[in-house]
């Protein structure tokens, strides 16, 4: 299928890789695209000259950005707020001679001479971009382990906008800035006005300049439908066709007061008293006094974008623009936080970012971890020195430290560090100094104190939790963490194995690092809790970033609804790590071998219109489809598990969705297939299969299908079957296992029994090991019945029983 999205990457590449060429042959090739970029800039600096830069920027907003009837989402892989902004604020720098009172005036502008300017200037722009990644990618130091973090923060912040929903930001904003009483007192203070203001101010502006346009449309279309009567009626009246060509003149190239507008219309569409609207117009204006076209360029090409926390454009008349709408409730926070750093409510309201962080990451987790056991901002002890360390005795320990999440769902706990630093506008500029401090404070930080717990729970089999005591958690078999940051910056998030290279994250401690909106979104996408635990276990695979590389935490989730999200582990090592399983046959090597890394595309043309539709509808259900992980044939299983709570239901669960669809199938019918054809002698019959997808031993697995036949007890049948999934493990040197009991004379599941038992066997089932078939045999054992023809699985029944137990 055509992938629009694609194509534009590829062209985009073949640009930049076109420009390559041409400094091939210089004898410094770095200073020749340095000159080649200033002098780009300054001939386009001296075109943009030539015409006003309000009615300028109006028609590039045209031509820009996509023009959809209100109410439709657009989708379009061409558009992009980037050379909008450059054209913008080219054209916005004071020209040098403006001092002059002798200089000569700028010449009139022909009629179409704007619209066929913007048309071509598009491609100077790319131009510009390009010569300005060509710039960083030969300023960068290849030692430097940083180097490729700092570029793609730099690269992030020259191309995208909104990697979070607006309407998300926007709710966090007025959370954050008007959710504490002292800090929104101290902003009405200090600056005339609070967050609600800003964001009320800056949409009426985007709304009126809207409306502006549509009067310009309907005009437009009034006047050619008229000329168009008269001329078809053979009365064609010379005024009615020039009101028709200037009224379509005016919608594309529309006088600099028709493209603006006043504080006074600002002042009545919010209700907001004048001199509010006023203190937030100055706050949020664009100043680019004292700058060259050169430094504006320059400033922007390297993440430093003097729109991103003033957006707002001022003309000569003192009428007000928004280049576009996808910069002002992300400028409203990080431009009121720059006065709250200088505001005595700073503490206050770092207090509350942090505290608020936590709720609503708390908030999430509810959505997909039903039923769990939360511990919120608690604290427990660890080793205070390396003679406690090897101690090892956790009632001694005497250093308390914090934790923010831990949640327990059986053999699972999920370590969650919310991080609420704030990501600095020196390191969206690409300082990596400051770049390698502030994610230091937010990934570093972070995967150091949920490792600390892990480490505990790995090492001591507990926690001593302050006003708790003891908490044994010994039966914990799966540890995942998580790094939440309150801050959204995707390119750095997704690319965890360049941290592993910066420095900032260790190889053997990745958490799975996430903004707090895109968690949100992501815990909303889930259908079912096993889904979540699955994306884990494959989001923190450290090959993962290795293999797929996507600018944004979204894509990399929707492939993984999409394709699993699955890089094929070495068979070597998962021979290693499974001794009893066959040495690699020269197909899995061959397929793992030809895995090459893939550029996932964007993925969220379906979520986008899920999500504007579902805010358009309100509460009810949205018109579009909700993206939904890829029909599984073992989800009515994984379903039942969590319905009847048994023990394990949830990394259970994850461990059926796992398999590849082949296995699914198979999976799902194994129970039907052997209660279909009972031992002709009476006794039980079973099916067992090793998990061993991974090369980490703990990520192994046991699974095993039995029945119950008619003459055995429900008590004896449960003993033999548990019995033998413990010492399979045990044979098998699996940490879990799992057998699904089904009653031969109903046909029904009857039970779920999880084992997650480690160590030694009992001296009763020490006998039973000698009886069992050599580890060998498993190897390429299939039961028969699974050569069969795919059956229906509709028909298989469940049978609601008692939860294994009461939370």
Not at 407 to 412: A, P, W
Not at 600 to 612: G, I, K, M, P, V
Request: aromatic share 6%; with cysteine.
């Amino acid at each position: 299928m055509f992938d629009p999205h694609a194509k534009v990457i590829i062209d985009s590449w073949a640009s930049l890789m076109a420009l390559m060429g041409k400094f091939d042959a210089s004898d410094d090739p770095a200073v020749a695209v340095g000159e080649a970029f200033d002098e780009a800039v300054a001939e386009f600096a001296s075109k943009v000259r030539h015409f006003d830069p309000i009615r300028l920027i109006e028609v590039a907003r045209l031509a820009f950005l996509p023009l959809v009837p209100a109410g439709m989402m657009p989708v379009t892989a061409e558009s992009s707020a980037a050379p909008l902004e450059l054209l913008a604020l080219t054209a916005l720098v004071p020209p040098q001679e403006a001092a002059d009172v002798t200089a000569s005036p700028r010449a009139p502008v022909a009629e179409q001479e704007m619209s066929h300017f913007v048309s071509t200037a598009r491609e100077e722009i790319d131009k510009l971009l390009h010569l300005a990644q060509l710039r960083s990618f030969a300023a960068a130091d290849a030692t430097d382990k940083l180097a490729l973090v700092s570029l793609l923060v730099q690269g992030g912040e020259v191309w995208m906008r909104n990697s979070s929903y607006p309407e998300m930001v926007e709710t966090t904003n007025r959370a954050l800035l008007d959710g504490d009483p002292e800090v929104r007192a101290a902003l009405v203070a200090e600056l005339g006005f609070d967050a609600s203001d800003a964001l009320a101010v800056l949409d009426a502006c985007h709304e009126l300049q809207v409306v502006s346009m549509n009067h310009r449309i309907d005009a437009m279309r009034d006047s050619v439908s008229e000329a168009m009567a008269s001329t078809e009626a053979g009365r064609a009246d010379e005024g009615v066709m020039d009101l028709a060509r200037s009224s379509l003149m005016r919608m594309f190239e529309p006088e600099a007061h028709e493209a603006t507008v006043a504080a006074e219309d600002i002042v009545r569409q919010t209700g907001i008293n004048r001199d509010r609207v006023k203190a937030v117009i100055e706050r949020f204006r664009l100043d680019l006094r004292g700058m060259t076209p050169a430094e504006a360029v320059d400033a922007f090409t390297a993440g430093q974008n003097p729109l991103r926390t003033r957006p707002i454009i001022i003309g000569s008349d003192e009428r007000v623009m928004l280049p576009h709408p996808g910069l002002h409730v992300f400028a409203v926070r990080e431009n009121l936080e720059e006065h709250l750093k200088t505001s005595t409510a700073w503490n206050k309201y770092a207090k509350h970012r942090g505290d608020l962080l936590e709720s609503r990451t708390r908030d999430a987790l509810g959505r997909v971890l039903p039923g769990a056991h939360y511990r919120d901002g608690f604290e427990y002890y660890v080793p205070a020195n390396a003679a406690e360390a090897a101690n090892a005795d956790p009632a001694k320990y005497t250093k308390r430290v914090e934790g923010d999440h831990l949640v327990i769902v059986d053999d699972v706990a999920i370590v969650v560090e919310d991080k609420a630093v704030a990501f600095s506008a020196l390191s969206r500029g690409g300082k990596k100094t400051r770049i390698r401090n502030d994610l230091t404070g937010i990934v570093t930080k972070a995967a150091e104190q949920a490792g600390r717990i892990r480490d505990r729970i790995e090492q001591d089999g507990g926690l001593r939790i302050e006003e708790e005591g003891w908490v044994g958690l010994s039966h914990i078999r799966e540890i995942h963490t998580i790094a939440v940051s309150l801050d959204d910056i995707s390119p750095v998030l997704t690319a965890t194995a360049e941290l592993v290279r910066a420095g900032l994250l260790s190889a053997d401690n990745i958490p799975w690092t996430v903004s707090l909106h895109d968690l949100e979104l992501i815990t909303e996408l889930v259908d079912r809790p096993a889904e979540f635990l699955l994306y884990l276990r494959r989001r923190r695979n450290p090959n993962v970033t290795l293999m797929f590389s996507a600018p944004d935490e979204l894509d990399l989730f929707l492939h993984f609804f999409e394709a699993g999200l699955w890089v094929e582990p070495d068979p070597a090592q998962v021979r290693t790590a499974f001794p009893f399983i066959p040495a690699p046959s020269p197909a899995e090597l061959r397929r793992y071998r030809s895995q090459q890394p893939t550029i996932l595309t964007s993925r969220t043309d379906a979520l986008d219109q899920w999500f504007h539709t579902k805010q358009e509808m309100g509460p009810g259900p949205a018109s579009a489809l909700k993206p939904h992980m890829t029909a599984t044939p073992t989800a009515p299983l994984v379903d039942e598990l969590q319905k009847r709570n048994v023990t394990g239901w949830l990394s259970i669960g994850a461990t059926l969705l796992s398999g590849s669809h082949t296995v699914q199938h198979k999976f799902a019918r194994y129970g039907a297939e052997l209660v279909s054809s009972p031992s002709p002698n009476g006794q039980g019959r079973s099916i067992t299969v090793p998990i061993t997808a991974s090369a980490d031993p703990a990520e192994g697995w046991l699974f095993a299908w039995a029945t119950r036949p008619a003459g055995e007890s429900p008590d004896a049948a449960q003993q033999r079957v548990t019995d033998y999934v413990r010492v399979k493990k045990h044979q098998l040197n699996l940490p879990r296992g799992v057998v699904f009991l089904y009653d031969e004379p109903t046909g029904d599941l009857r039970e779920v029994f999880y084992d997650g038992h480690i160590g030694p066997l009992d001296a009763s089932l020490t006998a039973t090991m000698r009886s069992l078939r050599p580890a060998s045999d498993l190897q390429r054992t299939i039961h028969p019945n699974a050569k069969r023809p795919p059956r229906s699985t509709s028909n298989t029944k469940f049978k609601q029983n008692k939860p294994k137990r009461k939370r």
